[in-house]
């Protein structure tokens, strides 16, 4: 299964654009992909600052040479 790394920054707890490695999206709906996504990015996030109650944040997700948001790129 492709992968594809997406950053995120916190607010709350400072952590600034980090890095995390998630699945690309294939033929799911983006809402379900997304989902998937921010489950995986607060599991990341209350490992590394288990004491950060922030659900407010910013979710970067590189598209360049990407036929979908979050697809993988192409070669």
């Given at each position: 299964m492709?992968?594809?790394?997406v950053?995120?920054s916190?607010?709350?707890?400072?952590?600034?654009?980090?890095?995390?490695t998630?699945?690309?999206r294939?033929?799911?709906p983006?809402?379900?992909?997304?989902?998937?996504?921010?489950?995986?990015?607060?599991?990341?996030?209350?490992?590394?600052s288990?004491?950060?109650?922030?659900r407010v944040?910013?979710l970067?997700i590189?598209i360049?040479?990407?036929?979908?948001?979050?697809g993988?790129?192409?070669?």
């Amino acid at each position: 299964m492709p992968t594809i790394n997406v950053k995120y920054s916190c607010s709350g707890c400072g952590l600034y654009r980090v890095s995390l490695t998630v699945q690309a999206r294939q033929q799911e709906p983006i809402i379900d992909w997304i989902t998937t996504v921010g489950f995986r990015i607060g599991e990341d996030h209350s490992r590394r600052s288990p004491h950060c109650v922030s659900r407010v944040g910013e979710l970067m997700i590189p598209i360049t040479g990407a036929e979908v948001l979050g697809g993988a790129a192409m070669n």
